[in-house]
């Protein structure tokens, strides 16, 4: 066989191949079993292999690419365009294969085992923090049914963790309900200590690496996003402009123009959904300081006359994300305008 080109629709146990030679012709359908698939691709001479961007995908990508195989991986959303008629996962297999060799497609670029358990890290720490969240609204909610409603923030967490905690004050709360809420401020304690750890792990990961300490100089860019930004975007050359990157985390505005005439919508949220999140976190403080000091952030402060803050927040996030794109394909640090105007 002449195998040029291979799509691969991955799954846990049983992988669909489809494969054409030179001409586009096809000359290879077939089912894999896991097993089966390095020592099968170790006998095909080498060629270009594409499949989607998703579970256990860069794993396959890296051991392909050591039995001297060019690996492409594209998202998923890209492919399905090339999917005819009916779903099944030897279409799917002939959509990779055809979607892979077009000249305009772009693909995602392959992480190594250390990106990949940088992001872990902070995947765990996404989680812990949903779930710490959702005990103290379990909290809040047990004691607001007993008539013990505090304000919002850590200060009145603090106040209600004090009613459950008081042993002497057994009249105002039942002993069944101090029983159960004693759990949950137990998994409370437990969680506040793990994420620590984890904040801990991802300090001594912006300690190591050069492009995301440049990160944390911009504004609204802490060592959580500097380091997050740092090990997904390992490639900053595959996105051509700052823009790009803005739209690929769905920072720009949604589009539903025709015959001529644009129509801007809100921000598309494509792409990486917890980039986006914390860009938008940190413009939204840079939004809370340009209205405390209208100096340090002139820009923000101008445009906070004329649109909502939250507006205003999206528009930060945008420009963080390009000036983000910015450093890590040219280097140096984040520079103010008024000095870079210096300079």
Known sequence: ???????????????????????????LVRQLRRKQVLDFFGRLPACLVGMEACATAHHWARELMKLRHTVRLLPPAYVKAYVRRSKNDAADAAAICEAVTRPSMRFVPIKNKEQQAALAV?????????????????LRAHLAELGFVAEQGRDGLAKLVE???DEDNVASLPVAMRVALHVVLEQLAALSQQIGELDRAIAIQHKASDVSQRLESI???????????????????????GRDLAAWIGLVPRQNSTGGKDRLGGISKQGDRYLRRLLVVGATAVVRQARLHPGKY?????????KPAKVVAIAV???TARIAWAIMSKGGTYRPAALAAVV
């Open 1 to 27: 066989m002449q195998v040029s080109t291979i799509g691969i629709d991955l799954a846990k146990n049983v992988f669909q191949v489809h494969g054409v030679d030179a001409h586009g012709k096809v000359v």
């Open 122 to 138: 902070h995947r765990t720490r996404a989680l812990l923090i949903g779930q710490r969240t959702q005990l103290i609204n379990a």
């Open 163 to 165: 009613i459950v905690s």
């Open 219 to 241: 504004p609204g860019i802490g060592i959580i996003g500097a380091t997050a930004i740092a090990a997904t975007i390992t490639d900053p050359s595959a996105f051509k402009s």
């Open 298 to 306: 002139p820009w923000v402060a101008k445009l906070l006359v004329k």
């Open 317 to 319: 996030a945008n420009k």
